[in-house]
């Protein structure tokens, strides 16, 4: 990357109120809504989906989030950026410091960061983020464009 590249990076990043951003910020406030929505008393969900839709919505939300911050950058690049932010997230609950479990005494917080690492969650990650590049990719190019 040279330095041309990643000044109008940060440039284009400081456009508040872009129909792409506008989008993202969208999506990302349905994606939290839903994601705090299915963990209510609200709604029942079936024993096979219950533990793993959070983090697929999860990881959804992350890259509609990255289209906030970022509308400009690659949809690949925001693909790459949503997992590898992820992947750290989920492997920093292998660390049991003390101040990170204060954080995590949190409940925001900790819907954030979590608890503990799985594996499942990794893959749910890579499915929710996965899912929202092609949807990104199929229809919402059409749209933002």
Known sequence: MNVTYLHQLFK?????FTKPRLIY???TLVLIFFGLYIRSEYITITELIEPYIGDII?????FC???VLFPKLALYKRLLAALIFSYLIEFSQLMKYDW???LRSYKIIAL???YD???SDLICYSIGIGTAYLINRRILRYIIS
């Open 12 to 16: 284009d990043s400081m456009k508040l």
């Open 25 to 27: 910020l969208f999506s």
């Open 58 to 62: 999860w990881g959804a939300m992350v």
């Open 65 to 67: 989030f990255f289209g």
């Open 100 to 102: 990170i479990e204060t």
């Open 112 to 114: 954030v960061i979590g």
């Open 117 to 119: 690492y799985s594996t």
